[in-house]
């Protein structure tokens, strides 16, 4: 439960625990704590970094925040921040809220910024986006808008997806905005990589920390999102505390195509020479995006194997837990930020001399 400071208005108004976006964020006290304080002291800063895995509730957290800076209702209280939370309920509140199936929310001044979120012609370009969040995206979204008021009067906020992913020409062009934002501009950069942003963001922004999520909730979580309670014990335990990788290893329309990373490592491993291994390691360079969850659907495997062996007294449970090691290490380097192919060629030969 989050500490509430004494200003904290009847409890009856904070009655629902999913009224508002905050209210959603799950089991993260210290940062959403941090950003009531911040509410109900009138003190929110003007440029946050939310640090933490990815699926851990950041991006919630910046939506909610957002979401009390909009409200009509809270803003329009007399007293400097008397109410911490948003009322949940005014139309800016309704239309701060993330929309299943679309990026961005409706309200015009809540701006999400992500690399490729927006067709090149919107902001002024030529090509997609492709590696990194361009300066033609900050220069349309954030400086042409830097003068003027909010559409609404409230508040502008804009949220930053991936931050790490803004280019250096981006950064810079950010740096002056971010530092002195004009009155009731807000933003909040979301990484799950902060040693790689560029110093000159870190230390213009205020850290909030998100942490991992207890393998109970992500189970919890997958339960009342359909998924059986055994299997989603076993994913939550793979999906490092983030409700994204979790989604991703039980989502089925993906799993095709984890199947076959599997099936392949495996024949790798088991194959006479060592072709089918450097054949997946290339691969791996073109699938970069999913071979993490194809390394822990692996290790799922692994564990599966390990398991049913060990139950027969089969000394081949040995060699499948060793094998399971290797996958969960090499999702691991993978995370770190190895090479993809590297990676891959050296868990198979690993694998093999098990
Ligand atoms: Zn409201």
């Known amino acids: 439960m989050a500490i509430m400071p004494s200003t904290a208005p009847d409890p009856a108004h904070r009655a629902g625990p999913s009224r508002t976006i905050l209210g959603q964020v799950r089991s993260q006290p210290t940062a959403v704590a941090t950003l009531e304080r911040a509410l109900a002291t009138g003190r929110v800063h003007h440029a946050y970094l939310f640090d933490g895995p990815d699926g851990v509730g950041k991006e919630l957290a ?54 490729g979120l927006y067709e090149p012609a919107q902001i002024g370009r030529r090509t997609p986006e492709a590696q990194e969040l361009s300066i033609d995206q900050v220069r349309t979204l954030v400086l042409a808008r830097a003068a003027f008021p909010p559409h609404e009067g409230r508040a502008k906020v804009f949220i930053v997806r991936r931050a790490d992913e803004l280019s250096i020409s981006a950064t810079n062009a950010l740096l002056k905005t971010l530092e002195e934002p004009g009155k009731g501009t807000h933003f909040i950069l979301l990484c799950s990589r902060p040693d790689t942003l560029l ?39 793979l999906s490092g505390g983030s ?112």
């Open 199 to 237: 110093p000159t963001i870190r230390s213009r922004t205020l850290r909030v920390r998100f942490a991992p999520l207890p393998d109970t909730v992500v189970t919890e979580l997958l339960v009342a999102r359909g998924t059986a309670q055994e299997t989603a014990g076993t994913l939550a335990a």
């Open 62 to 115: 910046a939506f909610g925040l957002a979401q009390a800076l909009v409200c009509e209702v809270r803003g329009s209280s007399p007293a400097a921040g008397a109410a911490p939370e948003a009322c949940g309920e005014c139309s800016a509140c309704k239309r701060t809220s993330p929309r299943e199936g679309h990026a961005r929310p409706l309200h015009p001044d809540v701006v999400v910024l992500e690399r």
């Open 243 to 354: 409700m994204a990788t979790a989604l991703a290893l039980a989502d089925p329309e993906e799993s095709s195509k984890r199947q076959q990373f599997v099936e392949k490592a495996l024949a790798a491993v088991e194959s006479p020479d060592l072709g089918t291994g450097l054949e997946l390691a290339e691969e791996a360079k073109k699938n970069k995006d999913v071979l993490e969850i194809s390394l822990q659907a692996l290790a799922i495997r692994l564990a599966e194997e390990a398991r049913r062996t060990a139950a027969n007294g089969d000394r081949h449970a040995d060699v499948a837990a060793a094998r399971y090691r290797l996958a969960l290490s090499a999702a691991q380097e993978l995370d770190a930020n190895a090479s993809p192919q590297l990676t891959v060629e050296s868990m198979i030969v690993r694998m093999r001399s098990v």
